[in-house]
């Protein structure tokens, strides 16, 4: 474990003018609030916070960070406060400690909501101040690290959430050299048989080409230099397992076939040197076709800048080169740590002048969460994010010449929506090179796009599925929720002015803000929509506004049929439905339209509600139709009954109905199965006597046979109590001997 004064004076190196007095203040807090805490290895606690402060060090960041890594874990695992950490070493430090800390007791219960909320807060954090970003990429870093002390599950968990998130998180914020030590440390856990084979693959590739790193940097650095580059560093290496795992997965390749195992970076003196250093390279060598890419001309959103080649150099062997100039290297390595804006009154090296003042990379961290975190369910979030990090990127461009990176697979719809939300939405068709072209084409790079625009167009909810980044999902599912609402908040309206005219009561929306809380409702449009889909009681909302108002009302006397009565819809149809949904009746009587979920009881001799021919039973979905013509009544089918297929072009038929009982006068309901059984003596009878232990009434049957008269088919027509009384029967007939195969048969 380090001491206290191996990391001031690591600080020291670099920072000579460090306050000293405060990283021994936040050591001193942090070993005494984390105590006798051990760590799963066994290790005292105080161990984690100092390696996580270690690895900052190596970045070169100032005293406060340093002292947020000491004091990260204090407020989430020990009895520190926030206001605590205030006081003792400022605001500054205490949001940033805070920031790190997760969120506790969250009443969610889906674990993927949890993991998005704590991604949320931290996102929204490190959107605030990216220093939270490098204290929490340390952090992750130190524990994968130290992994092989935990449980095999934790392990998973922890690899898998590391491979999704955090080492994409790491990618995006430039800092490369992190981002595969973070993916190699996850690939080991999430499936070490395939690291074990790879990591052994490349041992005996290295100890075959002993010696031929080296070669090729001799090569490569005295061919420069004899072109006027003295000043040159080569440096080659072995790519990583899960570098060379992941290429054989997308480009579906053997270990055998890959040509490039090898890459070798070039540092020059500026950027001038950078193409001065290519020509030379590409003179000497051939080069590999379509391995070009020139990311100083056109730098990588994470601000990332080199250029990238292929060629067939020393040795008739395949290898990767990059070309940069120090700051680049910097760059590449710790991303937005090393970027002069973090750098105390460091600036851009002479020739690097292209660097940009700020960070892209925070830039776009900044962006993604102004256009993520507005509106999403915690899933919706986590996706959209995590949609986001991915991205192997391609550049287009808009007809002025702005500059657009996208994820390959990008379509002319992500790229309206990543120039601007209004363009997206009114998008209906596109020119890619000056051609019209379908909007599900994929973009490559150097394509020039043009947005064709419509003032009336909303987009279609099924663009969901061609769009590949999370801001287009995002903007796409929010414009189809809003269209969804829009559509019902016509009805609701109209459902709420009735309601509150039959009470005497004027209907407002300004009326409705003060009684939202008491409707456990965020605004006025999603209550007014709430009552047009039925999911909230139009009498609910007259009294949260009016909580004195009392329901006078005259109550309609049941007709004489069992206690059902009759309620006119706009049609002039007549509808038998129960009198104990009087109150629902009236609300949708009030609108003129039958909205709401309308109760559904057992079936009087004379009522006009009545079953689809397959029946349905109290359990299934259901839904009903209005009778066409001048038949009076709803028809009731299950949600599977395929015969409803052919009512989906006449929507203002279908009703929402949901089941009522009356558990002092149960009824029968009834429902066919098909059995196919053996065609031996005593079969039916078995099949009979099951059916009637379980308290069920066979109403028709019919039988048949087939394959040659060694199986029989039995058509059922049967009345149980419910779903579950059902599936029980099913489930019993199964296990019968006699019984090969069945099903319930939906018309």
Known sequence: MMRQYELVERVQKYKPDANEALLNKAYVYAMQKHGQQKRASGDPYISHPLEVAAILTDMHLDESTIAVALLHDTIEDTTATRAEIDELFGEDIGRLVEGLTKLKRLDLVSKKAKQAENLRK????????????????????????????????????????????????????????????????????????????????????????????????????????????????????????????????????????????????????????????????????????????????????????????????????????????????????????????????????????????????????????????????????????????????????????????????????????????????????????????????????????????????????????????????????????????KQYAGLGHRILERTFERAGKTFSREALKPALHRLAQKDVEDTIASVGRGELSSLDVLRAVFPDYKDERVTVKPAADQGWFNVPSATGMMFKLPAQSQTDLENAQAADLVATLLPIRGLAANTQVRFAPSGAVPGDRIVGIMDAGKSKGITIYPIQAPALQKFDDEPERWIDVRWDLDEANKSRFPAKIEINTINEPGTLATVAKTIGALDINIRTMSMGSNRADDFSEIAMEIEVWDLRQLNQLLSQLKELDCVANLKRIYD
């Open 122 to 485: 931290l996102l929204l954090a490190i959107s605030d101040d990216v220093r939270v970003l490098l204290v929490k990429l340390a952090d992750r870093l130190h524990n994968m690290r130290t992994l092989d002390h935990m449980k095999p599950e934790q392990k998973a968990r922890i690899s898998e959430e590391t491979m999704d998130i955090y080492a994409p998180l790491a990618g995006r914020m430039g800092m490369q050299d992190m981002r595969d030590e973070l993916e190699d440390l996850s690939f080991r856990h999430i499936n070490p048989e395939a690291y074990e084979t790879v990591t052994q693959r490349l041992a005996e590739l290295s100890a075959h080409n002993e010696g031929l790193i080296k070669k090729i940097e001799d090569e490569l650095r005295e061919l420069l230099v004899a072109n006027g580059l003295n000043d040159t560093f080569v440096k080659g290496r072995q790519k990583k397992p899960y570098s060379v795992f992941r290429k054989m997965q997308s480009k579906s390749l053997s270990f055998e076939q890959l040509s490039d195992v090898y890459g070798f970076r070039i540092i020059v003196d500026d950027v001038a040197c950078c193409y001065k250093a290519l020509g030379i390279v590409h003179t000497r060598w051939r080069v590999v076709p379509g391995r070009f890419k020139d990311y100083i001309s056109n730098p990588k959103q994470n601000d990332y800048r080199s250029i990238h080649t292929t060629i067939v150099g020393p040795s008739r062997q395949r290898i990767e080169l990059q070309i940069r100039t120090q700051l680049m290297q910097e760059i590449a390595e710790y991303g937005i740590a090393a970027h002069a804006l973090y750098k105390d009154g460091q600036g851009p090296a002479k020739g690097d002048e292209l660097l940009p003042k700020q960070s892209n990379a925070y830039s776009w961290l900044r962006h993604t969460i102004e256009s993520l975190a507005e509106g999403d369910n915690p899933e919706e979030f986590l996706e959209h994010t995590k949609l986001e990090l991915f991205q192997d990127q391609v550049f287009c461009f808009t007809p002025k010449g702005k500059l657009i990176a996208l994820p390959r697979g990008a379509t002319p719809i992500d790229f309206a929506y990543a120039v601007h939300t209004n363009i997206g939405d009114t998008t209906v068709g596109a020119k890619i090179n000056g051609r019209i072209m379908p909007l599900v084409t994929r973009l490559n790079n150097g394509d020039e796009v043009e947005i064709i625009r419509s003032g009336v167009q909303v987009p279609p909810a099924a663009w969901e599925e061609i769009v590949v980044t999370g801001k287009a999902r995002s903007a796409i599912r929010r414009a189809t929720r809003m269209a969804i609402r």
